[in-house]
């Protein structure tokens, strides 16, 4: 990896082919990354990487007129042709006087808080393929288990400059490791497969591997002997694992790309109280080692923690600058972008905030109802909000949590998921968006 100078010089040189070769504003952003991780399967090294990488983008105007390339060739040549074939592109496409950088007042300011995504250590092979191994083994040590469908140890050490013709320029870099293990477990006719994994900025929050193979294994094994529900209409419980894709759907609904084409049932919604009251959205770009933290966007706006909503509440949209002129708002600063590709708006760190039951005081109080523990596809339609999902759980009896169940769908609407949802107090901070567990009204389930 090399060092910020040199990314900093590489891009500034960048900067100044674009002025050259006719852009009236030009954005560089330098991507250089180190990829390493190790597999093992079914006790033997499956596979061993490590991959380095360094990319320039390019993003010029030409007035209205804009256009994305990128290469990882790094020299003068290459970068002057990148900039000269951008600026050449941008001319011959149509106007969209939208899509225009920020203004100079509008960027965030140095300097910008890193929110500790670094952490110096590194993993060695060994050291990968051993936590690998160990994961698989705990796994594998349970008599119910079979097979193996892989362990794996990753990390990844990422630096960016991010630079523009009107003055912005920020360095930043991060690393991120990871785990996981899956495994299969048999009873007679039955096979289930289960697993787990983490991924975090520094190796101390990461998992143990002996945690991640007795998750592993205890996902699969719980699942043997499971059956089809009786079809009927039972209130629902979606387990802390899963509960963030009815989070995935609300955010997909908000996001200022949606709004403007009209693809969301949402899109008049802004002031309406869609949850219950005691449903509070949030995203919080500027938790300490958050997944998704930043201090500013990839147009180069200061982020902030932002209320989606508040009390029930709908009280924000999810916008990047072309999405909120369109809207004729300003943006929440939620652009995300790649190389060679436009910014569009995306949530940074989203979060359902907990209620005041535990899991299990929640439960208590159904008499028959199912609890969800995983999703297999997805059929939901965010226009209408008709929501139709295969699934994988437990039966509920008498408040307790009882016999394993496969194959079953669970319908509804998300109107009214979303108008009777309940949160409970487990709130966990371990992926980009969180949720507690939640309970919804009766949906509609289709076993036997």
Avoid at 329 to 342: D, E, I, M
Wanted: with cysteine.
């Amino acid at each position: 990896m090399n060092n910020q100078k040199f990314l900093q010089a590489i891009t500034e040189k960048a900067l100044s082919y674009g002025k050259k070769a006719g852009a009236t504003h030009t954005e560089v952003l330098f991507i250089e990354s180190n990829h390493k991780f190790a597999s093992i399967r079914q006790g033997e090294l499956e596979e061993i990487e490590e991959a380095d990488s360094a990319k320039v983008g390019f993003r010029t105007f030409v007035g209205n007129q804009s256009a994305m390339v990128s290469s990882s060739d790094l020299s003068d040549a290459s970068l002057e042709a990148m900039a000269e074939r951008s600026v050449a592109i941008a001319k011959a496409l149509p106007e969209d006087p939208l899509a225009g950088p920020a203004d100079p007042e509008q960027l965030a300011k140095p300097p910008f808080k890193d929110f500790d995504k670094y952490d110096r250590h590194r993993f060695s092979t060994e050291g990968m393929i051993k936590r690998a191994k160990t994961a698989e083994d705990i796994a594998r040590a349970k008599k119910e288990i079979t097979n193996s469908q892989g362990s794996k140890t990753f990390q990844n050490v990422v630096q960016f400059y991010f630079a523009t013709s009107i003055g912005f320029s920020a360095f930043a870099s991060q690393t991120s490791f990871g785990a996981s293990v899956n495994v299969v477990a048999s009873k007679g006719q039955d096979n289930y497969s289960g697993g787990d994994f983490s991924s975090v900025y520094h190796v101390e929050d990461l998992k143990a591997p002996e945690v991640l193979g007795e998750a592993a294994a205890e996902e699969a094994i719980r699942f043997l002997g499971a059956e089809k529900p009786k079809s009927g209409t039972y209130p629902i419980v979606f387990d802390r694992k899963v509960s963030a894709s009815l989070l995935h759907d609300f955010l997909a609904m908000i996001n200022g790309e949606s709004v403007v084409q009209g693809t969301t049932m949402l899109k008049d919604a802004m002031g309406d109280k869609i949850f219950p009251e005691a449903i509070t959205i949030v995203d919080n770009p500027h938790r300490m080692r958050g997944l998704g933290a930043a201090a500013f966007d990839d147009e180069g706006l200061p982020t902030q923690k932002l209320n989606l909503v508040e009390e029930g509440i709908l009280k924000s949209w999810i916008l990047d600058l072309k999405r909120a002129r369109q809207l004729k708002l300003a943006s929440t600063a939620h652009a995300s972008r790649g190389l060679s590709s436009p910014p569009s708006p995306s949530a940074h760190s989203a979060a359902i905030l907990p209620g005041e039951l535990t899991p299990q005081e929640m439960i208590k109080g159904i008499d028959e109802g199912i609890y969800i523990k995983d999703f297999m596809g997805n059929a939901n339609n965010l226009i209408t909000g008709d929501y139709s999902r295969g699934a994988e759980g437990f039966f509920i009896k008498n408040g307790e949590v009882t016999k394993p169940l496969k194959e079953f769908t669970v319908s509804g609407n998300l109107k009214d998921i979303f108008a009777s949802l309940k949160a409970a107090n487990d709130l966990v901070y371990e992926y980009s968006h969180n949720c507690p567990t939640l309970m919804c009204q009766p949906l509609s389930v289709s076993g036997t």
